[in-house]
Nanobody
Framework: QVQLVESGGGLVQAGGSLRLSCAASGTIFSIETMGWYRQAPGNLRELVAAISRRGTINYADSVKGRFTISRDNAKNTVYLQMNSLKPDDTAVYYC???????????????WGQGTQVTVSS
């Protein structure tokens, strides 16, 4: 079994910062892409940022220059540093990862339970 556990969400004023963490645990052989998605009420879930095992990074245009994704492969953990937060960043943020539990099994996609980020104006 594999679990993704997020932490670090909360309430912050516009212009403030938050740092999200997501740790993968369980039977893990390797983790490929790790990323963060968000979903605001009434909206579809959207990609915020993703990072490959080798460090290739993609950001949504709306967060470029404000958010930074990073990962610690030794700790099976991905981070999202969010600066200059705006009310439009308010959403539930979900961690996502492609994980192989053994060398034989194929990659499987996992989601965390989500963490609320609320940015007040």
């Amino acid at each position: 079994q594999v679990q993704l556990v997020e932490s670090g969400g909360g309430l912050v004023q516009a212009g403030g910062s938050l740092r999200l963490s997501c740790a993968a645990s369980g039977t893990i052989f390797s983790i490929e892409t790790m990323g963060w998605y968000r979903q605001a009420p009434g909206n579809l879930r959207e990609l915020v940022a993703a990072i490959s095992r080798r460090g290739t990074i993609n950001y949504a245009d709306s967060v470029k220059g404000r958010f930074t994704i990073s990962r610690d492969n030794a700790k099976n953990t991905v981070y999202l540093q969010m600066n200059s937060l705006k009310p439009d960043d308010t959403a539930v943020y979900y961690c996502n990862a492609d994980i192989k539990s053994t060398a034989i099994l194929p990659l499987r996609n996992y989601w965390g339970q989500g963490t609320q980020v609320t940015v007040s104006s």
